[in-house]
């Protein structure tokens, strides 16, 4: 019988200290910082060698990722109201009523998102969780789910069915 299972990984390691803020038209929040906590839960039928997906093979990919935005700063390459700029090892970032930041390069992760929330955060982190698992497919995972709490009892979810 092809049951259904959860594996849920959530390891004190699974973890990045880092600064951001929101901004949006009209808003931009000061800049601050969070202890992330990462969490993923995967589910499916059971593979020939009785996983749903390997525990091991999930935390050393959620440990690589979280290491890459660990003590940076969280910037959206995506935003509508901000503008970036780079020169001699900088990055600058201007909010549209002139407010600016400079962060040297090495301090920074640039990411793909609109806004640096959780919630996009958890979206950011399952895709490259799905870059670096590329086999869930195959081994007939359903859905892949990655948890990202900024503080004790607030955590935001996203999660894509497959």
């Avoid at 003590?71 to 935003?79: F, T, Y």
């Amino acid at each position: 019988m092809d049951g259904r299972y959860r594996v849920h990984v959530f390891k004190d390691y699974l973890k990045f200290s880092s600064a951001h803020f929101i901004a949006y038209h009209g808003f931009r929040e000061a800049l601050h910082g969070h202890n992330y906590q990462v969490s993923v839960r995967v589910e499916g039928g059971l593979g020939a060698d009785g996983y749903v997906l390997d525990f091991g093979l999930v935390k050393q990919a959620a440990r690589r990722i979280c290491e890459r935005l660990d003590e940076r700063v969280l910037l959206p390459a995506d935003s509508d109201c901000l503008s970036f700029s780079r020169s001699g090892g900088q990055v600058a970032v201007t909010y549209e009523d002139g407010a600016a930041f400079s962060f040297p390069e090495g301090d920074v992760a640039v990411l793909p998102i609109v806004h640096t929330s959780a919630e996009e955060l958890a979206r950011y982190l399952l895709a490259q969780l799905r870059g670096e698992l590329p086999d869930l497919e195959r081994r007939g995972v359903r859905w892949v789910e990655v948890g990202v709490a900024e503080a004790p009892g607030q955590i935001a979810y996203c999660r894509q069915d497959l």
